[in-house]
């Protein structure tokens, strides 16, 4: 069993940046691909981003590319979402999740290829 908890999140101006991360406890992530997904009030929940086991593939949707950037620290069993030049599109609840498997590529944008979710963090974007 694989227990995540995202923090970070919060209210922020048009441009600004926050940086999400998301604890993993209960077993090593080494064999997990970890991803960002978020969802705003009256919408499916979307893909954002995931990394492989390794952290040396990256994956973002269109929207956020060059603005946010995904990363992991293994040891510290810890995702992260830097999220800079934020827009008040970006508001939503951000979730983080694991996937068991190492270089399911194919998969990361896939919901249901999941089987660990966090509770959620909430970033609000001003105009």
């Known amino acids: 069993q694989v227990q995540l908890v995202e923090s970070g999140g919060g209210l922020v101006q048009a441009g600004g940046s926050l940086r999400l991360s998301c604890a993993a406890s209960?077993?090593?992530?080494?064999?997990?691909?970890m991803g960002w997904f978020r969802q705003a009030p009256g919408k499916e929940r979307e893909f954002v981003a995931a990394?492989?086991?390794?952290?040396?593939?990256?994956y973002n949707v269109d929207t956020v590319k060059g603005r946010f950037t995904i990363s992991r620290d293994n040891a510290k069993t810890t995702l992260y979402l830097q999220m800079n030049s934020l827009k008040p599109e970006d508001t939503a609840v951000y979730y983080c999740?694991?996937?068991?498997?190492?270089?399911?590529?194919?998969?990361?944008?896939?919901?249901?290829?999941?089987?660990?979710w966090g509770q959620g963090t909430q970033v609000t974007v001003s105009s």
């Open positions: 990394i492989n086991w390794s952290g040396e593939d990256r």
């Open positions: 209960g077993r090593t992530l080494s064999n997990y691909g």
């Open positions: 999740a694991a996937g068991w498997g190492r270089d399911q590529y194919s998969r990361y944008r896939d919901l249901t290829w999941y089987s660990y």
